[in-house]
């Protein structure tokens, strides 16, 4: 092998290169602008996405030196600075909720229970999960998302939002259950147990 | 199926991919960096402009007439796109079991903001001036205390007023009162301030223990209306007063990283005070914009001197007084 290829180092190093040499700054946005995208794009739809993605970056980037160096990976940091700008568009983002609630749903009949049970699609069952949604405080609902959309762990999760794990639990918890509620409570995991 | 993998799938099928013009946020952290300080700036200036005007007003409306030395060194040249902006801060209590009829403008204060917005001077009027009051609706001119034309003729005739005697133009107007102080150290969330000798004033209806202690909205007003401490003067007074805002403008400051609170706090300091019709929100934050670095704050009396007819009023002393409008044509 003549070219090997750069080795991807920890995001911390990145973060500690910046303090000396800004420039540096910019591998994490190339690293991370599209993940942070596609998780705005869910919650707020794409128009709002792109800025709000070039602001965390803005103020992760005004707080690298703040940057607890021994958390190699940014990606809780960078999605605690998100969920705290996405704050501002809680009640958007619950409209857009209920906008995809009114939007025509085919002429089923079935109630959702059957439907999940018969094992349809998420698209089958959109009412019942974004009305659900819609309905989450704030708080759960960023925890729910961040593990179901941002492909968090509950670690990361806890670190994102300067929370301790159990209260990460617990938020979870409670938002799946009212998820499970809205479905007709039917998940067949918890039948079968 | 779980609804976690229900969820899921209702992510990927909301889901966008990133455009390329996504890329257009990486040269906003290259080149924009400049932008993202004026940001944080922004929110503090407002901020700051929002506690020094909510500390500012009550301050001289409870402390008379005294004189806060002025400025030494460079004065602001005088410049276009300055702007003044007139507060009146009023005794009114409505509302509250103290309640008393009316409201006088206790206090009147020119706010300039010159062209650079490096340094905000606030003059202030004192009340008890005896000046010439032009016509205002069906009150004829007269010389008269100054806050009486708040008193007969509202905001309008007292806007008036101050153009005649001063040449100067106002902007914008805004008026206060002790609930709106209240309520604004309340959305802070209080503020935090240290004590060095326990204090229980009745007269300020105030009992606090020495040591860090949060001060809620009426108590701060109470620290503020305190007299009767330490020796008594009113240099330690004015002292205080200058402690509480700095507790003030920090207690702001961090709310830069609370978007949902620093905007809560925002609502209500524009709810509290009112502001002529063109001076909202969106006219304040233009304004705060144009602040890209830590404005000084500079307040100073108009000069006066006894009223050679009445002991008990001032007059303005000139030709003092008119070079100090002057500078703020």
Known sequence: MITQPATRGPDADLVRASWTQPEAFAELFDRYSAMLYRYVSKRLGPEPAEDLVGETFLVAFSRRRSYDLSYTDARPWLFGILTKLLSRHHRSEAARYRALLRAPVDGHVDSPAERVASGVSAQAVRPELVGALAALPAKDRDVLLLVAWGDLTYVEVAQALGIPVGTVRSRLNRGRRKVRAALGDTNPLQEEA | MDDLKLLRDLGAELEHRPPATLARQRNRLLTERPRRRRIGWFVTALAAVATAIAVAVPTLVLSGHETVPPPV?????????????????????????????????????????????????????????????????????????????????????????????????????????????????????????????????????????????????????????????????????????????????????????????????????????????????????????????????????????PDPRDPNRVVWKQPEAGELFERFR
């Open chain 2, 73 to 305: 060194g460079a004065r602001p040249p005088k410049v276009t796109g300055a702007m003044n902006i007139l507060l009146v801060g009023t005794d009114s209590q409505a509302g509250t079991p103290r309640f008393r009829t009316g409201a006088r403008s206790d206090t009147i204060m020119l706010v300039h903001l010159p062209a650079d917005r490096k340094q905000i001077t606030a003059i202030a009027v004192p009340r008890d001036s005896m000046v010439q009051i032009p016509r205002c609706g069906s009150a004829p001119p007269r010389r008269d205390m100054i806050n009486s034309a708040f008193d007969k003729g509202g905001l309008t005739c007292t806007v008036k007023t101050i153009e005649t005697l001063t040449d100067v133009r106002i902007d914008h107007t805004m008026e206060f009162d002790f609930a709106a102080f209240k309520e604004v150290v309340d959305a802070l969330g209080g503020v935090e301030i240290l004590i060095r000798k326990p204090i229980d004033d009745p007269k300020a209806k105030l009992k606090l223990p020495a040591g860090k202690v949060l001060l809620d909205g009426e108590k701060a007003l109470g620290y503020m209306r305190l007299r009767n401490h330490g020796d008594g003067s009113d240099v330690q007074r004015i002292k205080r007063q200058m402690t509480l805002l700095l507790a003030m403008l920090r207690k702001g400051q961090s709310l830069l990283d609370e978007p949902g609170r620093l905007r809560g706090f925002l609502a209500t300091a524009t709810r509290s005070v009112k502001t002529d019709p063109a001076f909202d929100l969106e006219t304040m934050t233009a304004l705060a914009m144009t602040m890209d670095q830590p404005a000084g704050f500079v307040s100073i009396t108009v000069p006066w001197k």
